[in-house]
């Protein structure tokens, strides 16, 4: 017996001593003394900035990028806050290499923008005029995805001759009169749309099939935004609330915004450029020419084979159109990123040897 613990007390001893030599051992390969330490905190999100309208009402808005740099408009999809610019930021070392400011201004009622009723796309567009004379810009770039697509056509109505060119990513025009959202009652709207302002995770479930599931902490970051679109005012649905305060109020407007309305953008002569999937079922197709039959499009991209995740899953090439170089493209060659001239990348694409964007897509490795 006392054999027995006596090897188990040097076990022990042995045990302890490894405990101790392996965190030794990973300090000395460090030495604090020379580490080149930080001097600013680093970039953990988009700020959300407030501004008070003429009006009294309170929006909320981002404004990221050098104030030299090139305005983006930035107008995200349905139900989405201003800080939505943030799912973009997988992307964000190639957008400060391109010297492009974004800001986005929230829309009625989500995150930390008021609501208030009688609000409309032209609302919207006075708003945005508010906010860009505020930061003290005169000419911008426009871009929307899905959703966004009405009110960025709003603004550039109202301002034609303030918009350097257009920029939509799977960008709805209106909804089909026939569609779910545009039957029965508002009330009938309203109780579709409560299963997800209720549930923010489930507005945002982007499935584990797409390609941004290939983005770290992408879906985790989606999940916030609906959070803070549906709650940070702390907008909780309660059936005893008046029903100007329910949570899913502003989005229920929204969607029957697409029904009704559609703004007039004959004046609006900045080249457009629209980015479509082909197999998208969420805004099918069908919107691009509706685009293009309205504006000035001056370059089409349709992706064949994709859904409505290509406004993120391309967004490498919509930076680089942004930014005045759409007669490239950026693409993965040999394992390695690079940007072309696009005849030469519609060529490797097709041949097989590189894919669209970065590597990353291929990898899903992080920088």
């Given at each position: 017996?006392?054999?027995?613990?006596?090897?188990?007390?040097?076990?022990?001893?042995?045990?302890?001593?490894?405990?101790?030599?392996?965190?030794?051992?990973?300090?000395?390969?460090?030495?604090?003394?020379?580490?080149?330490?930080?001097?600013?905190?680093?970039?953990?999100?988009?700020?959300?900035?407030?501004?008070?309208?003429?009006?009294?009402?309170?929006v909320?808005?981002?404004?990221?990028?050098?104030?030299?740099?090139?305005?983006?408009?930035?107008?995200?999809?349905?139900?989405?806050?201003?800080?939505?610019?943030?799912?973009t930021?997988?992307?964000?070392?190639?957008?400060?290499?391109?010297?492009?400011?974004?800001?986005?201004?929230?829309r009625?009622?989500?995150?930390?923008?008021?609501?208030?009723?009688?609000?409309?796309?032209?609302?919207?567009a006075?708003?945005?005029?508010?906010?860009?004379?505020?930061?003290?810009?005169?000419?911008?770039?426009?871009?929307?995805?899905?959703?966004?697509?009405?009110?960025?056509?709003?603004?550039?109505?109202?301002?034609?001759?303030?918009?350097?060119?257009?920029?939509?990513?799977?960008?709805t025009?209106?909804?089909?009169?026939?569609s779910?959202?545009?039957?029965?009652?508002?009330?009938?709207?309203?109780?579709?749309?409560?299963?997800?302002?209720?549930?923010?995770?489930?507005?945002?479930?982007?499935?584990?099939?797409?390609?941004?599931?290939?983005?770290?902490?992408?879906?985790?970051?989606?999940?916030?935004?609906?959070?803070?679109?549906?709650?940070?005012?702390?907008q909780?649905?309660?059936?005893d609330?008046?029903?100007?305060?329910?949570?899913?109020?502003?989005?229920?407007?929204?969607?029957?915004?697409?029904?009704?309305?559609?703004?007039?953008?004959?004046?609006?002569?900045?080249?457009?450029?629209?980015y479509?999937g082909?197999?998208?079922?969420?805004?099918?197709?069908?919107?691009?020419?509706?685009?293009q039959?309205?504006?000035?499009?001056?370059?089409?991209?349709p992706?064949?084979?994709?859904?409505?995740?290509?406004?993120?899953?391309?967004?490498e090439?919509?930076?680089?159109?942004?930014?005045?170089?759409?007669?490239?493209l950026l693409?993965?060659?040999?394992?390695?990123?690079?940007?072309?001239a696009?005849?030469?990348?519609?060529?490797?694409?097709e041949?097989?040897?590189?894919?669209l964007?970065?590597?990353?897509?291929?990898?899903?490795?992080?920088?």
């Open positions: 017996m006392k054999k027995i613990l006596k090897k188990q007390m040097v076990l022990m001893c042995i045990v302890s001593v490894m405990m101790l030599v392996v965190p030794v051992a990973q300090a000395e390969s460090v030495d604090p003394t020379d580490m080149d330490i930080q001097e600013a905190f680093d970039y953990i999100g988009p700020v959300v900035h407030q501004f008070a309208l003429s009006s009294g009402k309170s909320a808005y981002v404004d990221e990028g050098d104030k030299s740099w090139t305005p983006v408009l930035f107008v995200g999809g349905a139900g989405t806050a201003a800080r939505v610019t943030g799912l930021d997988f992307a964000r070392s190639l957008r400060r290499q391109l010297k492009l400011r974004v800001i986005s201004i929230g009625n009622g989500f995150g930390r923008t008021e609501y208030v009723p009688n609000w409309g796309y032209a609302e919207y006075g708003e945005v005029g508010e906010v860009l004379a505020h930061l003290g810009i005169e000419r911008f770039v426009g871009m929307a995805i899905s959703g966004g697509g009405p009110y960025l056509a709003a603004v550039a109505a109202s301002m034609p001759d303030r918009v350097m060119s257009l920029h939509l990513a799977a960008a025009t209106r909804s089909d009169p026939g779910w959202n545009c039957q029965g009652s508002f009330e009938d709207t309203a109780t579709a749309m409560r299963g997800y302002a209720t549930r923010p995770a489930v507005w945002w479930n982007l499935g584990d099939d797409t390609s941004i599931a290939k983005i770290p902490g992408f879906q985790e970051t989606a999940n916030e935004d609906g959070a803070r679109s549906f709650y940070m005012r702390g909780l649905y309660d059936e609330a008046d029903p100007e305060n329910r949570v899913e109020r502003a989005v229920t407007e929204e969607y029957r915004r697409f029904c009704t309305e559609f703004p007039d953008v004959s004046n609006v002569q900045a080249p457009a450029y629209v479509y082909l197999q998208d079922t969420s805004v099918s197709p069908e919107h691009a020419t509706v685009w039959s309205k504006l000035n499009v001056v370059k089409m991209r992706y064949p084979g994709e859904g409505h995740d290509i406004q993120y899953r391309h967004w090439q919509i930076l680089l159109d942004m930014a005045g170089f759409s007669e490239y693409v993965c060659d040999d394992g390695a990123s690079r940007i072309v696009e005849l030469d990348g519609q060529a490797l694409v041949s097989g040897t590189a894919t964007g970065i590597c990353a897509w291929q990898t899903g490795a992080r920088n």
